[in-house]
């Protein structure tokens, strides 16, 4: 009786025995396959991506850094005084290698990863700027000089805070200017300040195989200001062919031979392009040097239909610390009470060229809705004088720009600045220079009268004016006021948090126009025709 019971036993545990392997193995099948598509059974998954994550080998020195991964290179440095961005040549190779190297997928990983990602990606990449350090002749020595640099009027008390001027400090009970912000500033001086603004510039590098664009800071304006009157052709090319010199012994040249590089010129274009050899002529032959060709300058007016001219806006008074303070003048600027239809700040001109200038004064002479600023009265000139100018533009509804001692003035800039529409009488004035910081469509912040118009005798400026309705000028003073950030330069000790400024609206032009010479001087590569003559054309 006992053996069967005992067989009998036997026979349930081996069917137990079976039952519970085969239940197992069809588990570990089951969850084997659910691991593989969408992470397996709550039960196992803690061991088992234990296990995988136990597989993963750990970094080595001759792993790929994940930096090196996001951006291509390693270790990024910042300093007051450098560079620009790596080129586009490397861009399709840093791609192709990050698909290569990139490692594989662990799900509970992802997270992590992303994170990482998003805090060390180079928020610089493409805006990194070198700035070479040039020997002291081509920069800070000129500033020792101060008293000599041009001829009419001494530069020294111009270079005071950072190229600003002296303060300015308004004795008028009327609170023309805002208390603080505004500054004695000339107009040549913007060199010395986009200079000071550089510095400070967030995306410098020190390292210049970084750099998407080399900033050569040399005063070139202050430097043939000196010898434009009364010098030869020898003594005014020195220093640019001392410069141009220097510059192609660095091995940042050799890079593109020059077309990643740019400077600033705080005079106006043809001052740097002489084309003869003859003393008579006027300025440097910077721009025309072989050297010169392949850079870009920035001068305050371009020089003609020169590719590699890329004018930016004269330097105003005003030069805030913080966004908040643009805010606040731009509101100013809305509320101010216009009492007058037109005027007109400047002084006559003896030469027949500028006979537009004595046309405009009798225009305004004669009208009861337009105020003259006469420059000169006496020994004091109450054209340079922040506190009159900007105080007669903001009472008037538009401000009459013509032609300067060349085809811009400053004094566009500051009717802006004040909230004025500008009257313009050649294309040459505005439409055809400023294309990075001021609107195509010229209609959209200013009026235009045809100079010969005006020469001939065949338009009133008083009528032509009072015809623009009150809509008209309420949208090109609302649109003038936007522009406001885009033709002033900050204070160069201060980085302004949302307002893009001139400096910065420069800045990006010339890392896209020397992008696009990039991926041009990439295609000519790829074609197979050689790299010298790449026509750089204006974008």
Excluded at 92 to 97: L, M, T
């Amino acid at each position: 009786m006992d053996k069967p019971s005992l067989r009998k036993h036997f026979g349930l545990l081996r069917f137990v025995f079976l039952i519970s392997f085969i239940f197992g193995f069809s588990f570990l099948l089951l969850n084997s396959y659910m691991a593989a598509s969408d992470g397996g059974f709550t039960l196992l998954r803690v061991s088992m991506n234990y296990a995988k994550l136990a597989q993963i080998p750990k970094p080595s020195n001759s792993s790929i850094k994940f930096k090196e991964i996001i951006g291509c290179h390693g270790k990024t440095n910042y300093s007051n005084q450098n560079n620009i961005t790596t080129g586009a040549f490397n861009i399709s190779r840093c791609n192709a290698e990050n698909q290569m190297s990139s490692p594989p997928l662990i799900r509970d990983n992802v997270e992590l990863v992303t994170n990482l990602t998003t805090s060390n990606l180079d928020s610089c990449l493409g805006q990194y700027i070198y700035v070479y350090d040039l020997p002291s002749r081509f920069n800070k020595d000129l500033l020792k000089v101060c008293h000599s640099l041009i001829k009419w009027f001494d530069m020294c008390p111009y270079i005071s805070n950072l190229g600003l001027g002296a303060k300015v400090i308004e004795k008028s009970k009327q609170k023309v200017l805002l208390k603080e912000s505004w500054y004695e500033t000339n107009q040549f001086s913007l060199e010395i300040i986009f200079h000071n603004i550089m510095k400070n510039y967030k995306c410098l590098t020190n390292d210049s195989s970084l750099a998407s664009a080399i900033f050569v800071p040399y005063y070139a304006g202050l430097d043939v200001g000196q010898y434009l009157w009364g010098f030869n052709v020898s003594k005014r090319d020195a220093s640019p062919k001392e410069l141009v010199k220097w510059l192609a012994q660095q091995p940042e040249w050799k890079r593109m031979w020059g077309r990643d590089h740019f400077l600033v010129g705080g005079r106006i274009g043809w001052d740097f392009r002489r084309t003869t050899d003859n003393d008579d002529d006027w300025g440097t032959k910077l721009m025309l040097l072989p050297e010169g060709r392949n850079m870009s300058i920035l001068p305050i007016e371009s020089g003609g239909s020169n590719d590699n001219d890329f004018p930016i806006p004269y330097p105003t008074y005003f030069h805030p610390s913080k966004d908040k303070e643009v805010f606040q003048w731009q509101q100013k600027m809305r509320k101010v009470k216009r009492p007058y239809l037109f005027s007109f700040a400047g002084a006559p001109r003896l030469n027949s060229a500028s006979a537009i200038r004595n046309e405009l004064i009798k225009h305004c002479q004669s009208s009861t809705s337009c105020k003259l600023l006469a420059c000169h009265d006496g020994n004091q000139n109450h054209c340079t004088d922040p506190v009159q100018v900007i105080k007669v533009f903001q009472n008037s509804v538009f401000c009459l720009q013509p032609a300067g001692d060349s085809f811009t003035r400053r004094s566009t800039f500051d009717s802006i600045l004040a909230g004025c529409i500008p009257v313009f009488f050649l294309p040459e004035s505005a439409y055809n220079q400023y294309l990075w910081h001021l609107p195509k469509n010229g209609s959209s912040y200013s009026i235009y009268i045809p100079e010969r118009d005006v020469t001939e005798k065949r338009v009133m400026i008083n009528e032509t004016l009072s015809k623009v309705s009150e809509s008209e000028v309420l949208a090109m003073r609302e649109e003038i006021i936007r522009l406001i950030p885009r033709i002033m330069y900050r204070n160069p000790s201060s980085r302004l948090e949302t307002v893009e400024d001139a400096f910065d609206i420069a800045v990006k032009g010339i890392l896209g126009r020397i992008e696009a010479i990039r991926r041009e001087i990439t295609d000519i590569n790829h074609s197979g025709v050689g790299f010298v003559n790449v026509n750089n054309t204006k974008s």
